[in-house]
């Protein structure tokens, strides 16, 4: 079965630092883009994170730079997101997806084509 799988999330007060893990199984992801991206509630999604295939290029987005880190293992089928330094503002359903376009990578306003999703992980920052 194809499928991505997120862990690591849960609650957490501002400041600390959670590491979420995403999974994938049926397929390998080495030939993939790869991204983070969160979805607070009541709002829309927002792209957090990308990663290239090989794992040497990274983008962020302007609200997590300097405190979220990006990285695959693709030898283990999966990707990680550090997250360092956690705000208020970082509460949010967190998923994995592979990219299956990309245009504008390293500019401020990446164009991404989303083509396989995880069910995601909940990420609460509270005190």
């Known amino acids: 079965q194809v499928q991505l799988v997120e862990s690591g999330g849960g609650l957490v007060q501002p400041g600390g630092s959670l590491r979420l893990s995403c999974a994938a199984s049926?397929?390998?992801?080495?030939?993939?883009?790869m991204s983070w991206v969160r979805q607070a509630p009541g709002k829309g999604s927002e792209w957090v994170s990308a990663?290239?295939?090989?794992?040497?290029?990274?983008i962020y987005a302007d609200s997590v730079k300097g405190r979220f880190t990006i990285s695959r293992d693709n030898a283990k089928n999966t990707l990680y997101l550090q997250m360092n330094s956690l705000k208020f503002e970082d509460t949010a359903l967190y998923y994995c997806?592979?990219?299956?376009?990309?245009?504008?990578?390293?500019?401020?306003?990446?164009?991404?084509?989303?083509?396989?999703w995880g069910q995601g992980t909940q990420v609460t920052v509270s005190s």
């Open positions: 049926g397929f390998t992801i080495n030939s993939y883009y």
């Open positions: 990663i290239n295939t090989g794992g040497s290029s990274t």
């Open positions: 997806a592979t990219l299956r376009k990309v245009s504008g990578w390293g500019l401020p306003s990446p164009q991404f084509e989303y083509d396989l």
